[in-house]
Every structure is written in structure tokens, then in C-alpha cells.
């Protein structure tokens, strides 16, 4: 913290705060804040992008898939 923000000013500060906004809404933008700080972080890193796709439009990498092999003309196919 700064040096000129103390205990004594975060109590005073706390309390204006819930003279102003009430007991109720005070966690309310707190998480609101907390989730909006956590948003900006993520799409800073890049994590945002892997999420929000669904599982059918991530792009597929060509590697993770295995594909079976295709039958010669002469062998049977087994089923």
C-alpha cells in the first residue's frame, strides 16, 4: 500500500461506503468488481479465448485426431 493509506483511512473509507450504499449492496459490487478485474486479467493472458468457444467450434489440430486405416481391395472387411 501507498504510505499514505492506513488502517485509520481504510476504516473511514469503509464506512462512507456503507453509509453510501448500504450493507446489501455492498457485496454486490464487490463481486462485481472482483469478476470485471478477473475478465481483464484473463483477456490479457489470452485464457478468455479457449474458453468461450464451445467444444464443437475450437479449431482441431490435425495431430489429435486418428483416423483408422482404410481396408486394402483384396482383404475382407470385418464388422
Not at 473509507?13 to 484473463?42: A, H, Q, T, W
Amino acid at each position: 500500500m501507498p504510505g499514505w493509506i492506513g488502517f485509520p483511512e481504510l476504516i473511514v473509507l469503509l464506512i462512507v461506503l456503507l453509509l453510501i450504499f448500504g450493507p446489501k449492496r455492498l457485496p454486490e459490487m464487490g463481486r462485481s468488481l472482483g469478476k470485471g478485474m478477473r475478465e481483464f486479467k484473463d483477456s490479457l493472458t489470452g485464457k478468455d479465448e479457449a474458453l468461450s468457444l464451445p467444444a464443437a467450434d475450437r479449431p482441431t489440430d490435425p495431430q489429435d485426431t486418428v483416423a483408422a486405416p482404410a481396408p486394402r481391395e483384396n482383404e475382407p472387411v470385418s464388422r
